[in-house]
């Protein structure tokens, strides 16, 4: 019951307002999901590959608030909400399924949420690479591979921060022995190690001083009151805040 199409690399399935109302599964290739802000803002929702599903809001019958693209030529199956509603509603069985895949996408979207609102610009890329690595990526003996090419835009419109601060984030990442990003924009994750960065941070223990300490020599750094920060020594120009504290702390 389900057709299906070809999309050209480059190719969109779907754009921001259009009246699609379909949800898509992939048989070959890889797509990704992009909404853009008024202000031109882009903002890479998710990546999609072989037997993900994707679309599903074309079932509430209203604009689509997002584009999909084709990273790759793809091959889809299709459906529309008419013959969806008509299955589930005389399969019970595909009615729980499909229930349950809707309540692991909106799970997916809180622990999203709460990474944006909770975690600085560094541990919300390591939490999305973390993330990647474990849906898209391959294991080997040295790591996950992730032989999805992702650039440095595309990792900035998925932690909400500029592509600059992403290529500072990544050679820590690299000098800590988190990632090793590799050429054509693929990457080998330490998953272990990046787990351990990841959760360090939802502890409220985020040891940045041990990826600070790689780019300042140790000899100009004491410790300070809090061993989890380090202050520099005296140099005649006020010093700087302590690691990790907010504007708002520094305010009172």
Not at 213 to 219: K, R, S, W, Y
């Amino acid at each position: 019951m389900a057709s299906r199409t070809h999309v050209p690399k480059g190719g969109t399935v779907y754009n921001s307002g259009d009246r699609d109302q379909r949800m898509y599964i992939v048989e070959v290739g890889q797509l990704k999901t992009m909404t853009t802000a008024a202000d031109g803002k882009q903002c890479l929702l998710s990546i999609h590959t072989p037997s993900d599903t994707f679309g599903e809001l074309g079932l509430l019958d209203r604009p689509r608030q997002e584009t999909a693209i084709a990273m790759k030529h793809s091959v889809l199956r299709q459906i529309n909400h008419a013959k969806l509603l008509a299955i589930l509603s005389q399969d019970d069985l595909m009615n729980r399924h499909f229930t349950h895949f809707l309540m692991s996408r909106l799970l997916d979207q809180q622990v999203t949420i709460t990474q944006l609102v909770t975690m600085d610009s560094e541990h919300r890329l390591a939490a999305t690479l973390l993330r990647i690595a474990r849906k898209l990526g391959r294991r080997t003996a040295g790591g996950v591979y992730i032989d999805i090419r992702l650039t440095q835009e595309d990792l900035a419109s998925m932690v909400g921060t500029t592509r600059s601060r992403v290529g500072l984030f990544l050679k820590n990442f690299r000098e800590g022995k988190l990632v090793d990003p590799l050429p054509g924009g693929f990457m080998l994750v330490r998953e272990d190690a990046l787990a351990n960065y990841v959760e360090r941070d939802l502890a409220g223990e985020r040891d940045l001083a041990d990826l600070a300490a790689l780019a300042v020599p140790t000899q100009e750094c004491r410790p300070a009151g809090n061993p989890a920060h380090f202050a520099l020594r005296p140099s005649g120009r006020r010093a700087p805040g302590r690691l990790g504290t907010s504007t708002i702390e520094r305010l009172g």
